[in-house]
């Protein structure tokens, strides 16, 4: 290292590169400040000397937060690399989840918790038994939760997500208008939309996405959607819709299933494009070991599921 960058590295507080990577995970001077364990006003002097340290803003009001300037954002892949770096050179040890104690909560879209949960489970007891799993009812908008704290890791249609939330794509899905064996829909071979949204439906309604996206068909087609029922628990959808009234949108893994394609009966909407879904997770986790390697395990058991659909 030549004398200049030396020169560089002393006259730098590189606390104020950890004030400035809390900053841009939490958008908020006070929640920056709780997580540090400093005051406020100590945390409001870090944000003016990096300001004069980088000659930028790095954030600007919005609300009653802040929200990272682009600069700042660039900055943060940075941070986060040397934060983590920094961690190893400091704590010498690799993680180890028998090891490990604590709280996992998670959210997820039901039909995906069902499939994974055996697998989930026998993952935690095997390989980090200290570890205890909370499953939080999936919210229609998982990214408050996450920003909250009140869940570590969520599973949710892909959308557009604050400058802290970190994704990963985990599946690819064409949805199906779906109805019970009993319904006159059933006795259809390729029922039309019109004929599809001539009965009453019924709505998931933690699906912020799906939901709008059903919705607006109907509008685009000159049809109207009537919904006559809306549940926020999807294992409730599906026993609603076997009793022959209603018509609920699924993703076709579920009628794919040995468990629901004995039951069920639909068609994909072809008119729909293919959704995806993201696992999210909030910045200030993304260098937690216990929370990167269950995400790891969840995207290992997708990734099984998957490829046993494929193969069924």
Sequence with gaps: MNPTDLKIIQQCDLNLLLSLAILIEEQSVSKSADRLDISQPAMSQNLKKLRTMFDDPLFVKQGQGIRATSKALRLYGSLTEWLQMSDRLISQTAFDPMESHGVIRIAFMDDLTQSMIPIMLDKILTFAPNVELEFVHKPRDV?????????????????????????????????????????PLAKIAQPTLAQIFAYDTAEYSASNLVEQEITQLALQNQLQRKITFATGSFLVLLQGLLSGKHVGFLPQRVLNSEKWRSQ??????????QLDSTLYWHARVHKDPLIQWFKDQCLDIVSQLQLQSGNS
């Design 264 to 273: 069920l009966k639909g068609v994909v909407l072809t008119e729909l494009p």
């Design 143 to 183: 990214f408050s939760l996450l920003e909250s704290g009140e869940i570590d890791i969520a599973a949710a249609g892909t959308d557009t997500p604050p400058a802290n939330i970190h994704g990963r794509h985990i599946s690819t899905d064409n949805y199906c208008a779906a109805y019970s064996l009993t319904h």
